[in-house]
């Protein structure tokens, strides 16, 4: 059984010793990203602790490895072949991208957007320009991934794969008129990665946000109708410092006490510094926390060097929110993640 599973560009000095640790041998990488292997048993990745890498994952139903550009007809025989393959299957969405992330080839991202758009008519017309992020996070999706290595599809749900679009990765500029850093992006792609995991949360959302200066974040929240309280040491942004819905406390984050009574939706936590200081904050802040409120946390590498410490940073940190009482959601390694790696818990 064929499997592919992406592992960020960011990581290349590492890759190796993340497949040789669920002992995956013999990997070809397609692309920059993508590895494929075969196992007689499909790996389980929630399971395996260097899982914490991979941003996508997918076992192939089918595979044809050639070269694209250079086939005739190629969209053509590659339609027929998967409709004959999954005529039965009932699809909510076909979700198709090229295997080269970020700036892929224009001849393969053409032909991906092409290949979508065919796949699309055969399998679900009234579906064609659903929003992705109504996919139902258990339905089955077509995802295909393609590249000058070939075409690789699967059937399977966004959620076992991780992900709404094939490959896992929605693109989300740093760029928006309202944005004031990347970290802007980087919280929009969290919320995405969420809708995996259960519904958008409501605009009455109220956030606490740890490490808020110069403000990416809080813009972002803010533009999307949210309320927030934001706690740094360092000073906003002026272009959001007197906005309505924000309140700002120029504090150290260890110190501040939010006022009596107030309890927050969620909270966000962007901190640099130690990973475990930061998260001794956050739970410093659990009795100001709604129950089930959504805690979203940034794991910072920081000095950990090697897939080793890394792995032994994730998990003491996974252990000392258990013990803080916080229920785990999820997790994930984005595109505006870098070194660093994004946590989801729920409050109790
Ligand atoms: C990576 S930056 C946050 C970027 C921010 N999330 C954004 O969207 O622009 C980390 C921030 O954490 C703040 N920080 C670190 N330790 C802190 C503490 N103990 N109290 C308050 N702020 C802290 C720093 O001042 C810095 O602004």
């Given at each position: 059984m064929q499997q592919i599973i992406r592992i960020s560009e960011g990581f290349a000095p590492l890759h190796e010793e993340i497949l040789a640790r669920p002992g995956i041998t013999a990997a070809k990488r397609l692309g920059l990203e993508y590895w494929l292997f075969s196992r007689d048993t499909p790996l389980d990745l929630a399971q395996a602790e260097a899982g914490l890498f991979v941003r996508w994952q997918m076992r192939i139903d089918h595979a044809w490895p050639c070269v694209p550009e250079k086939t005739i007809d190629f969209i053509e025989k590659a339609v027929t072949a998967l409709v004959r393959k999954f005529a039965t299957v009932p699809l909510q969405q076909v979700m198709v991208s090229p295997?080269?992330?970020?700036?892929?080839h224009p001849v393969y991202k053409k032909m991906a957007s092409q290949l979508q758009q065919r796949l699309r008519q055969e399998f679900c017309p009234p579906r064609?320009?659903?929003?992705?992020?109504?996919?139902?996070?258990?339905g089955l999706t077509l995802f295909v991934l393609l590249g000058k290595e070939g075409l690789f599809g699967a059937v399977a749900s966004p959620r076992s794969c991780r992900g709404f679009y094939a490959g896992g990765s929605k693109y989300i500029s740093h760029k928006a008129p309202h944005s004031i850093s990347r970290a802007g992006a980087k919280v929009a792609e969290a919320l995405h990665f969420l809708r995996l995991h259960g519904p958008a949360l409501p605009e009455t959302t109220h956030w606490l946000e740890l490490g808020a200066s110069p403000g990416g974040m809080t813009a972002e929240l803010l533009e999307r109708g949210f309320s927030v309280t934001a706690v740094d040491r360092a000073p906003l942004d002026a272009?959001?410092?007197?906005?309505?819905r924000l309140t700002f406390a120029a504090e150290n984050a260890l110190t501040y006490q939010p006022p009596r009574g107030m309890l927050y939706d969620a909270l966000l936590c962007d901190m640099n510094g130690s990973a475990e200081e930061a998260l001794a904050m956050v739970l410093s802040k659990r009795s100001s926390l709604r129950p089930g409120a959504l805690v979203i946390f940034t794991l910072k590498t920081h000095k950990a060097a090697g897939v080793e410490e890394i792995l032994a940073l994730h998990h003491r940190v996974l252990e000392q929110a258990r013990r803080g009482g916080l229920a785990w959601l999820a997790q994930t390694h984005l595109t505006y993640n870098r070194h660093e790696f994004t946590l989801f818990w729920s409050a109790p």
């Open positions: 295997l080269l992330a970020g700036s892929p064609a320009r659903m929003d992705p992020e109504e996919q139902d996070p258990e272009r959001i410092a007197s906005h309505p």
